[in-house]
């Protein structure tokens, strides 16, 4: 019998920097619980001068060779829509900086917030060709729209990084899986751009319309009934989108659960991404890590893992837990790392934002702030620095 594949390990970087979504409002004149309660967030991540999609996927990816080494990482996968190159990878930045040898094949994916899962279902055909490659998948975006729009509270930035192996500790995929693609006008980055143009209300019939049509899929192609799964994880631009999508796909099952049932079901998968924002690609896997992370067992249950990228591509699938899963986790190094992140105020981040608005793109270099582990030192002559910050 072949053997199972999946996420065998599974971890997160984030901002230094954090913002209380109340400091937004005050400048926005909204009300805070519109954001606290109305869009399910209570702060958002912000990254320092020196840190960009390449320092926070080698933080998230360092973790997870510190504890399993490099053996057999053959392949290593950059899932990103903050791309940093129109040409080279950032994953091959990442390579360096985590000291991989050259026997790597680095690629960089894209299609907005979904391609990490792409990622992850290339990851697996790989392994099943070889049970003995460590596939290494990097998800890292910053979310940026225009300020003083109704988007700027659900911005944010995260990276995570995971492995794909045989016999995973954390997450065995089950065969089925259902896919869905529209060419929709919901959410776009022009190349001229730092910040998304998105119509938000669009997006989010966008959302709910291809998550339904890959459950479909998911359905037709022999997946579990509604009922029969435990959790469902979803891609949570602001966490009040997936208890959106879970009332959505609930009312077309024909569950019966009333709204507060629905939140209550999801709430368990909303505890990072409530306090990171939009990590676009990183967002459903720090879904699938909170659940992991807390208080339910577990242990045998279905997961559901709804991945929406605008644009749009969604995919919709399942895994089980396997028994011992909580010794391959780290919840209390995860919550400090949230809890570490500085506060800022207003006129800090306000600082922090046009900071990334390069006055001259080909030569510039970044204020020392990050005390990650490593650091991306600007540009000069159109070349990225990245370095050790120690
Ligand atoms: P808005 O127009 O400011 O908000 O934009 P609203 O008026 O729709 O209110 C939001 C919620 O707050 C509503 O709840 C209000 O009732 C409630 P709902 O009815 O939806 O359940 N509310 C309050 N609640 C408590 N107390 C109050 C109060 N006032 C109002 N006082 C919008 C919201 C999300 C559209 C905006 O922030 C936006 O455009 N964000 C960016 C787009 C986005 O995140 N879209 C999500 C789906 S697309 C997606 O997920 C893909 C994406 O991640 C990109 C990618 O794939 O790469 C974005």
Redesign the pocket.
Known sequence: MSPAIGIDDLAFATGSFRIDLAVLAARLG??P??YY???GQSEMSVVAEDEDVVTLGAAAAQQILARGGADGVRTLMFAT?TGIDQSKSAGVYVHRLLGLGPNVRVVELKQ???SATAAMQFAAALVARDPSEKVLVIASDI?R?ELDT??E??QGAGAVAFTVTANPALLELEPANGVYTEDVM??WRPNHSTT?I?D??T??T??LDAVAGAFDDYLSRGGAPFDAIDWFCY?Q??T??AV?AHRHLADRAGSGADPAAVAARIEPTTGYNRRIG?S?TA?VYLALLALLDGAEDLAGKRVAIAS????AVAEFLTGTVPANYRTALRAAENERRLADRVPVDDATYLALQDAARRRDPSNYETARQTPAPFRFGGVRDDQRIYEPTV
């Open positions: 909204a009300d619980a519109k309660r109305g869009l829509e907005a917030c979904y979310a729209y109704a988007a509270p659900t919901d959410f998304a998105v938000g209300k997006s989010i966008a959302y891609h631009p602001f009040k989108m959106k939009n676009y967002s929406y990228g605008s644009g």
